[in-house]
C-alpha cells in the first residue's frame, strides 16, 4: 500500500567539496546515491539550466523512511542570491554542534536552539536532544499570507493541520514524517536565485487527480505531469506545482521512486570520483573567466 509521504528538499549549491564536507563531517548525514547529467532536467530539478549538472541524495538513512536533502550542482555556476523563501530544517542531535565547533563552523543561537549554515547558507535549526526515527523533524517555509497558504496545502493538498496561530503553521501527511512549517513573514515572499523545492511522493494513480485539481482551483503547474529519466535507474513521472508564494511542489509516484532510490552503497566514491573529475574552476580561469554567478 502506497500513501503520501515527504521526501525531500533540493538546494542548489555552488562550491560541491566544501557543501560535501558539511552534510558529511558536520551535519553527519550518509550519502545515498550520487547521478551525473550531461544536459539540464527537463523538469528543471536543477533550476533553469541546460549545461552539465550532478544530484546527490544525502541524509540519516534511506529514502524510504527518511526525509533527505536533494544537492543539485550545475558545473557552470558558482553561487546563487538567496532569498527569503526558505527558514530553515530543523534537525534533532546532540552531536553536530559539537562537530561544528570542531570543524570551525560558525554556530549562533536562536532561543533555545542553535544554528549552523551550510557554505551556501542553507539554515539548519539544531534542537540538542535524542530523538526516536529520522531526525530531521520539520522544513520551514516563509508565507506571506498564512491563510492563503494553509488554504492550499491543507485544503487542495490534502496535508493534515496539527497546528496553526496567527504566524506560524504545521502540517504533514503522517504523524511520524517530516512536517512543513509555514512562517508568515508579513511582507512577499522572495525567491532570488537559490529558490529550492520540496518534494513528496504519491501512488502513481494521483498524480493526474493532483494536477487536475491544482487546475480547477486556479492554481498554478510548473511542468504537467511528465517521465524522467535517470541513466541505469528506474523512471518516474512527476507533476511541478507552485503554491501561491511561488514554493516549487514536486509530487513523483511513488512505486517506480522507490525502485529510484534505493541506497547505492557507492554512492561516495561516485561522488568523491565526480568532485576529483570536476575541472569547471580551472576551465573557467583558463579562459580569463570565473563560475557565473546566478
Excluded at 65 to 79: D, P, Q, R, S, W
Excluded at 91 to 109: D, G, L, Q
Excluded at 254 to 273: T, W
Aim: one cysteine or more.
Amino acid at each position: 500500500m502506497y500513501f503520501r509521504r515527504a521526501l525531500h528538499f533540493v538546494f542548489k549549491v555552488g562550491n560541491r567539496t566544501e557543501t560535501t564536507t558539511f552534510f558529511r563531517d558536520v551535519l553527519g548525514m550518509k550519502f545515498l546515491r550520487h547521478e551525473e547529467f550531461e544536459e539540464g532536467c527537463k523538469a528543471a530539478c536543477n533550476g533553469p539550466y541546460d549545461g552539465k549538472w550532478s544530484k546527490s541524495m544525502v541524509g540519516y538513512g534511506p529514502e524510504d523512511n527518511h526525509f533527505v536533502v536533494e544537492l543539485t550542482y550545475n558545473y557552470g555556476i558558482g553561487n546563487y542570491k538567496l532569498g527569503n523563501d526558505f527558514m530553515g530544517i530543523t534537525v534533532h542531535s546532540k552531536e553536530i554542534i559539537h562537530r561544528a565547533r570542531h570543524f570551525n563552523y560558525p554556530v549562533t543561537e536562536d532561543g533555545d536552539n542553535k544554528v549552523v549554515r551550510s557554505p551556501d547558507g542553507y539554515r539548519f535549526t539544531i534542537v540538542e536532544e535524542d530523538t526516536q526515527g529520522d531526525p530531521v523533524k520539520k522544513v520551514t517555509l516563509a508565507s506571506s499570507d498564512l491563510h492563503k497558504s494553509v488554504d492550499y496545502w491543507h485544503k487542495l493538498l490534502g496535508m493534515k493541520l496539527y497546528f496553526q496561530d496567527d504566524k506560524r503553521a504545521i502540517l504533514g501527511y503522517s504523524d511520524d514524517q517530516c512536517q512543513l512549517e509555514l512562517y508568515d513573514i508579513g511582507t512577499n515572499v522572495d525567491h532570488a536565485t537559490a529558490f529550492g523545492r520540496i518534494a513528496f511522493s504519491c501512488p502513481r494513480e494521483e498524480l493526474p487527480e493532483i494536477e487536475e485539481k491544482v487546475k480547477d482551483a486556479g492554481q498554478k503547474i510548473l511542468t504537467p505531469l511528465i517521465s524522467l529519466d535517470t541513466p541505469g535507474k528506474a523512471t518516474v513521472e512527476v507533476v511541478i506545482l507552485a503554491d501561491p508564494d511561488g514554493h516549487e511542489i514536486c509530487f513523483v509516484g511513488d512505486e517506480a521512486f522507490r525502485e529510484l532510490s534505493q541506497v547505492d552503497p557507492k554512492a561516495d566514491d561516485h561522488l568523491d570520483q565526480a568532485i576529483a573529475a570536476d575541472k569547471s574552476v580551472e576551465w573557467f580561469a583558463k579562459h580569463g573567466l570565473t563560475k557565473g554567478a546566478a
